[in-house]
Nanobody, 120 residues
Framework: QVQLVESGGGLVQPGGSLRLSCAAS????????MGWYRQAPGKQRELVAV???????DFADSVEGRFTISRDNAKNMVYLQMNSLRPEDTAVYYC??????????????WGQGTQVTVSS
């Protein structure tokens, strides 16, 4: 029943922008961190950006200053605003959520991914 559903991916020109959204549902435990990861062909999956429930953010060096991450705690949604996109940003982007039980047990969830292609 647990789902992380991404939307907003697509084809954009270099220098363009995209906004990715991720909605989490069916998670009965409290979500702490949410974030975005990406994997390009032939590359390892890498962190793009994460945001804690308190709003603390971290970004990959390659996207610092170009991407922003935000979340709506009440709706269990996370967003990734991508500006000044470059061809090297082309990848499948995955939404991630970390949830915790009252006893501190951790549960990690992943979306199916959405393709972002930056090309002229």
């Amino acid at each position: 029943q647990v789902q992380l559903v991404e939307s907003g991916g697509g084809l954009v020109q270099p220098g363009g922008s995209l906004r990715l959204s991720c909605a989490a549902s069916g998670i009965i435990f409290t979500i702490n961190g949410m974030g975005w990861y990406r994997q390009a062909p032939g590359k390892q999956r890498e962190l793009v950006a994460v945001i804690s429930r308190a709003g603390t953010t971290d970004f990959a060096d390659s996207v610092e200053g170009r991407f922003t991450i935000s979340r709506d705690n009440a709706k269990n949604m996370v967003y990734l605003q991508m500006n000044s996109l470059r061809p090297e940003d082309t990848a499948v982007y995955y939404c991630n959520a970390d949830a915790y039980s009252a006893s501190g047990s951790r549960y990690e969830y992943w979306g199916q991914g959405t393709q972002v292609t930056v090309s002229s």
